[in-house]
């Protein structure tokens, strides 16, 4: 059973601009593995890396499908039967959640881990187009029937549950079958499982081992030998010398999910880990020895590249303690929440059962603050270990706590991990080759100095239990002056006084918990320590308080005696007392309690928290008949790190630290049916209070165009709100007026500072089947609300409010399907969000499209394929940003050839950009005959940079970043593509520049640098053919990169190839303003390729050759 530190709200994170996908698409149909049309190496982003990392598919545990560009935009397909669902969204800290309102219930009821939402985290993870799974742990001991796609692939007796993987073309019968739809899995134990995601955590010595005193202890006799450490992380290279023959046992776990994973440490974390533990030393003569050098190894792969799967860490634990381990080193790591996740339980079960000591990285989150240590070093048994420098200073990446939910004491001991030298492996990305040593800092770094500590006094005591090991190593750890216990713990980790210790405290720490405010009624809480010798002699024990915090400690602590006398074999108790009620500042105290003799020293971490100023304030919820509303998701958020969320019943209370809170509340009415969002802006509590958030206050949200045949394709409401410190937070209701209602409200008064908002809408008249599939027009409209929210929108358009776009989609691949989204933003805004709705349909396709409402429009195309290969997008291209006139009417084309590069956008995401030293190159090769910068599926590419004529970086790739000296050089960047397609087969393209050095604020992005595309846009039918003609004229875009200051070009050149580019013919060509104009011959049947030149006064040129550009009808 998992287990919560607190009961209360659970923390999330937050949403972002939002497009809503309907029509005939089907669900994702995309691979079990990670498959890509160019394989690259792993990226930080998740267990595998995606090929161009423009865009990603995600689908959800629902079965409902997102795409989710760089650029923010997203769009949501529904899954099968799921119309009538409506989607919250929410956004802070960088993080993107999306919750169907009939998941809200199942996470209410604690059976969902909110990770399945988080689809910034799912990208992370690896968990989008990737694969073709969803990796999950369930409770469900037996698996469910086949259809649901849910397969069981390990057994994880640590958390009486099993790993499994779900198949994204099945989830919507998994789904049905978690929420009990279906009921043929009523009995199921599917129907009562718990899912948790099945995440990813990150993997997290000639000074530093001395530093803890390890040559000592080998003097001593102790080396580790005969104990058996547990490294769980990358992999270990025991082909290194220092590592030679250590290795005694080795399993990889990832092996199970990606077969050509072998267990190789391909990264260099593990094999460093390893040899700080366990090091020889032996390439470096001894130097770089490992602090129990004698230990043995059991090497378990439970890391990639990219990270840890959470379901290969939990098997690594238990092979680990089955292979009879004395400890684990854990140098890894995530988030930590007040449940009790997987990884925390199976610590504390595995120690209990194993008597196995895990000793784990407390985390790299220092900058983030307090309540920053991570899981699983958050469980109660693991010994949490914080990094220090070799001048024993703390590190400032350390993370800090206390512990989430319950305040209690976190990290617990210190460690060197701050430019630790160790071997690293022969062929890890993070080695430099041929060097045998890395320099690596971290808290991963102190963990295995920490490890081999316990390994020495492993080898010391075989039979002392991992209560007594740690309490041992806490109780010798060195106080750390003017650093608080919630940083370093007990102090730095100290073996040679370990060794000798002979006085211990039962419990290593004493946490006092959260004492909440007003203090002026506190009760004083004792808690007793106990103290324990096994030395042959009493010990009297000087006691002292070494106490941190906001402010002077002052009487916040106090002891019972100043002195306490241990008996030899003996125990011996005091009281250590913290009272809140003492006049000095809110905030978290913590430090250590030592206990000095002649020759002795003890250390006991303590800690509390004492309450900031704060208030119990109640939410009630009500519905539109006046009953309470027990089917609502309600969000709080202050503007910094904390943000509650309610799932619960009609009426909830919550404790709020003084301060203002953005409120926010998505109410549905089953009855009705009916979707509401309130906001509540600006919430000050500075006392107890209620809040009532009462759909009776808000308006109908109805939008209207006048063709009567037209059904809603969705209703999208979105909010904003900037907080005075510069943060934001973001909320989006996605709704459709023809299935249920929607309501909308502002609780309060407006103008609001730093609030905005807008309603999207999208209408359509239904295509030849009936559905909205092909539908022949589009009515997209918005309307912005700077410092305000509706309360309700009434909005009835008229043919002359609207401006008329006449769309051609042109076939290029057949068989796919298509969407196109078309993004509004506020006229003076270009940088902010947006919102969008298409419909899906199947070229070639006239469309006509109408606009409404006060906003700017930029267009996205997107061509599909659900196949195995691409696993849900082939190819994107994306308008210029424009304002419409109502009345007017206009020709648009989209997706014709050719297919080549293509500049465009606002220049606020340069394709080839500079800022400072920093070159970045990722040109859009394939955009289509009008100029639309785009991308597409390709089976090859490589680029390549040049400076002053000498090759400077290469990759398997069309992104590049590259650290280039300050000086003004002549670059030139090349790119080669190929593909397998109908048009553009192969796609060559370089630009030569001048750069040097650009001033800039990263916060503004980089400089666009001085570069020109060439476009070319023959005449061709609806399907993409051109008819035969002695000589067509074909016009030429030449667009240079925007807000670039390129020069226009004062000459271009172009040839063409009817042999695949064998042989090339020069055609006249002609300037004509803007657009250039290229005499090409088309003959019958033929497949024209082109080859272009061209240049400005300053240097600039560009060289672009394109086979199979184009073809000719027979």
Same mark, same amino acid.
């Given at each position: ?83 009538? $669902? ?150 270990? &290279? ?18 199970? &999910? ?11 974390? !593990? ?66 929440? %007040? ?25 790299? =989150? ?50 060197? !991990? ?10 890890? *990305? ?52 003017? $650093? ?46 106990? *103290? ?46 913290? =009272? ?39 939410? @009630? ?13 309600? $969000?709080?958020? =202050? ?49 107890? !209070? ?35 410190? !510069? ?56 309307? *912005?609300? %700077? ?41 003076? =805004? ?18 006509? #499209? ?14 599909? &394929? ?17 304002? #419409? ?68 970086? @290469? ?7 590259? @650290? ?18 109908? *048009? ?131």
């Amino acid at each position: 059973m998992l287990r919560n530190r607190r009961e209360g709200g659970r923390v999330l994170a937050a949403a972002f601009a939002l497009a809503v996908l309907v029509g005939g698409v089907p669900a994702a149909a995309v691979p079990s593995g990670p498959v890509s049309a160019n394989p690259t190496a792993t990226t930080d982003g998740g267990i595998r890396a995606t090929p161009d990392g423009r865009a990603h598919t995600v689908t959800l545990i629902t079965g409902d499908v997102l795409r989710v560009a760089d650029s923010g935009r997203i769009s949501i397909l529904r899954g099968a039967g799921r119309d009538h $669902i409506t989607f919250a969204s929410y956004r802070s800290k960088g993080h993107l959640h999306v919750i169907p309102s009939d998941a809200r219930p199942m996470l209410a009821a604690g059976r969902l881990d909110s990770r399945l939402f988080d689809v910034t985290a799912l990208i992370q993870f690896g968990y989008d187009e990737r694969r073709g799974d969803l990796p999950v742990i369930v409770t469900a001991k037996s698996a469910p029937p086949a259809d649901t796609g849910l397969k069981l692939t390990r057994t994880l007796t640590a958390v009486h549950g099993s790993a499994g993987k779900a198949d994204k073309r099945s989830l919507g019968k998994l789904w049905k079958g978690l929420t009990g739809v279906d009921r043929r899995l009523a009995a199921q134990p599917l129907a009562t499982a718990k899912v948790w995601l099945d995440g990813v955590r990150k993997p997290t010595l000639d000074v530093s081992v001395p530093l803890i005193g390890a040559p000592t202890v080998w003097q001593a006799g102790y080396t580790g030998a005969g104990v058996k450490v547990a490294v769980l992380d990358t992999g270990v &290279d025991d082909t290194h010398p220092d590592l030679a023959g250590k290795v005694i046992a080795r399993q990889n776990f990832a092996a199970a &999910d990606y077969p050509d994973e072998d267990d190789r440490d391909h990264v260099g974390h !593990g094999t460093h880990v390893a040899s700080t533990i366990a090091g020889s030393g032996a390439a470096s003569g001894g130097r770089y020895k490992g602090v129990a050098p004698d230990a043995q190894l059991l090497n378990g792969k439970v890391c990639v590249e990219g990270g840890c799967a959470e379901s290969w860490i939990l098997a690594g634990m238990q092979w680990a303690a089955e292979q009879g381990a004395d400890v684990v080193n854990l140098s890894l790591g995530g988030p930590d929440t %007040p449940d009790v996740d997987p990884l925390e339980q199976a610590v504390d079960d595995l120690t209990a059962q194993y008597g196995v000591l895990f000793v784990i990285a407390a985390g790299n =989150d220092g900058e983030f603050g307090d309540r920053t240590v991570g899981s699983p070093a958050s469980a109660d048994a693991a010994l949490a270990v914080a990094a220090t420098s070799k001048t024993d200073e703390l590190a400032s990446f350390s993370s800090r706590g206390p512990r989430v939910g319950d305040a209690a004491v976190k990290p617990e001991i210190s460690a060197p !991990g701050v430019d630790i030298v160790a071997a690293c492996s022969s062929i890890g *990305f993070l080695c430099t080759p041929g060097e045998p040593y890395a320099t690596l800092s971290g808290t991963s770094m102190a963990t295995p100095h920490t490890v081999g500590s316990a390994a020495l006094l492993v080898q010391q005591h075989p039979q002392w239990t991992p209560a007594q090991l740690k309490a041992t190593l806490m109780a010798s750890a060195k106080p750390l002056a003017g $650093i608080a216990a919630f940083g370093q713990g007990a102090g730095r980790v100290d073996v040679a006084r370990a060794i000798g210790q002979t006085i211990t405290a039962d419990a290593p720490s004493v946490s006092f918990g959260l004492a909440s405010w007003p203090h002026g009624d506190d009760s004083p809480v004792a808690k007793t320590v106990t *103290f324990h010798n096994s030395g042959a002699s009493e010990v009297t024990l000087s006691l002292a308080l070494h106490t941190t915090g906001p402010g002077e400690a002052g009487s916040l602590f106090s002891l019972s005696a100043p002195t306490v006398t241990v008996p030899a074999a003996g125990s011996a108790s005091v009281t250590l007392t913290a =009272d809140t009620r003492a006049d000095v500042p809110d905030g978290f105290y913590s430090g250590q309690l030592v206990g000095t003799a002649s020759g002795v020293s003890v250390s006991v971490p303590y800690g509390v928290e004492k309450e900031i100023e704060s208030y119990d304030v109640t939410f @009630e919820h009500v519905s539109r008949d006046g009953t309470p509303n027990d089917t609502h998701l309600t $969000i709080l958020s =202050d503007g910094g790190m904390s943000q509650y969320v309610l799932f619960g019943g009609g009426s909830e209370t919550v404790r709020l630290p003084k301060g203002q809170y953005f409120v926010n509340s998505w109410l549905d009415d089953l009855d009705e049916p009916s979707t509401t969002m309130l906001i509540r802006p600006e919430l000050v509590v500075d006392g107890p !209070g209620k809040v009532v958030l009462d759909t009776r206050t808000a308006r109908p949200v109805r939008t209207k165009v006048p063709d009567p045949a037209a059904i809603n394709v969705g209703t999208i409401l979105d909010a904003e709100y900037l907080f005075p410190n !510069g943060s934001t937070a973001g909320f989006g209701l996605i709704g459709d007026e023809g299935i249920g209602k929607i309501y909308s409200g502002l609780i309060g008064s407006s103008p609001v500072q730093g609030l905005s908002s807008s309603v999207v809408s999208a209408w359509a008249p239904p295509g030849p089947d009936g559905t909205l599939f092909n539908a022949p027009s589009m009515y997209n409209l918005a309307w *912005f609300y %700077p410092k305000t929210f509706p309360t309700g929108v009434d909005k009835e358009l008229t043919k002359r409010d609207l401006a008329v776009v006449k769309t051609t989609y042109h076939q290029h691949t057949t068989g796919l399907e298509s969407v196109a989204f078309s993004h509004p933003t506020p006229v003076d =805004d270009p940088l902010a969000g947006s919102w969008a709705m298409g419909i899906s349909f199947r070229t070639p396709l006239q469309r006509t #499209l109408y606009y409404g409402g006060d906003a700017a429009w930029q267009e996205e195309y997107q061509e599909q &394929d659900w196949s195995d290969e691409t696993g849900g997008q082939w190819a994107t291209l994306t308008g210029a940003r424009r304002v #419409l006139k109502p009345g007017r009417t206009t020709a648009e084309s989209w997706n014709a050839p050719v297919f080549g590069p293509a500049f465009g956008g606002d220049g606020r995401f340069p394709s080839i950009g500079r800022l400072g030293d920093e070159l970045i190159v990722s040109p859009p090769l394939l955009g289509d005959g009008a100029g639309h910068p785009g991308y597409s599926a390709y089976s090859s590419v490589r680029t390549t940079l040049y400076r002053d004529g000498v090759k400077i970086a @290469e990759a398997d790739d069309t992104y590049l970043d590259v @650290e280039v000296p300050p000086e003004a050089a002549t670059y030139r960047v090349v790119s080669e593509l190929t593909r397998d397609a109908r *048009f553009s087969t192969k796609v060559t393209a370089s630009w030569t520049f001048r750069s040097k050095h650009v001033d800039g604020d990263p916060e503004a992005g980089f400089a666009p640098v001085p570069v020109t595309s060439v476009s070319f846009g023959p005449e061709v039918d609806a399907t993409g053919l051109a008819s035969p003609a002695p000589v067509a004229m074909v016009p030429i875009t030449v667009a240079g990169q925007p807000n670039s200051g390129v020069a226009p070009l004062r000459k271009l050149t172009v040839d063409y190839s009817t042999d695949g580019g064998k042989t090339w013919k020069p055609v006249l060509v002609v300037p004509a303003g803007p657009t250039w104009y290229a005499f090409v011959p088309q003959r019958a049947g033929s497949t024209i390729s082109l080859r272009a030149q061209g240049g400005d006064a300053t240097g600039v040129v560009v060289e672009q050759t394109i086979l199979g550009a184009y073809q000719v009808k027979k």
